[in-house]
C-alpha cells in the first residue's frame, strides 16, 4: 500500500515560481502529478516512471518539470512561468503496475495542496 502526502502549495503572482513535493512510503511503478480547479475536472499534468520516463500535458510543456529521487520515495512538480489557469488544487497520485501507468489509472492519491496564482 503506497501513502503519499504533498507539500509546499502556496499563493504566487503569474510568473513566479513553486517547487511541490510528494512523501511517499511503499513502492509504486509510477506517480504524477494532477490538478483540479474549482468547478472543473481533476486533470493530469504530469507522471514520471520507474525508469526516469517522463509524460506531460501540453499545458505545461516548457513550464512544469517532474523529477524523483534515486530511491523513488520523493516526487517533486518545478512550476516556472506560472499563470493563473494554473490555480487548482494538486494531488500527488502513484499506481503499481505498468499498464496502470500506461493508461494514467493512478491507484493512490495524496490529499491535495493549494496553488493560486494571481494576476
Known amino acids: 500500500q503506497v501513502q503519499l502526502a504533498e507539500s509546499g502549495g502556496g499563493s504566487v503572482q503569474a510568473g513566479g515560481s513553486l517547487r511541490l513535493s510528494c512523501a511517499a512510503s511503499?513502492?509504486?511503478?509510477?506517480m504524477g502529478w494532477f490538478r483540479q480547479a474549482s468547478g472543473e475536472e481533476r486533470e493530469w499534468v504530469a507522471d514520471?516512471?520507474?525508469?526516469?520516463?517522463?509524460r506531460y500535458a501540453d499545458s505545461v510543456k516548457g513550464r512544469f518539470a517532474i523529477s524523483q529521487d534515486n530511491a523513488k520515495n520523493n516526487l517533486y512538480l518545478q512550476m516556472n512561468s506560472l499563470k493563473p489557469e494554473d490555480t487548482a488544487m494538486y494531488y500527488c497520485?502513484?499506481?503499481?503496475?505498468?499498464?496502470?501507468?500506461?493508461?494514467?489509472?493512478?491507484?493512490?492519491w495524496g490529499q491535495g495542496t493549494q496553488v493560486i496564482v494571481s494576476s
Open positions: 497520485a502513484a499506481a503499481l503496475y505498468r499498464t496502470l501507468c500506461n493508461l494514467r489509472r493512478f491507484d493512490h
Open positions: 511503499g513502492a509504486s511503478y509510477c
Open positions: 514520471i516512471d520507474r525508469t526516469g520516463s517522463t
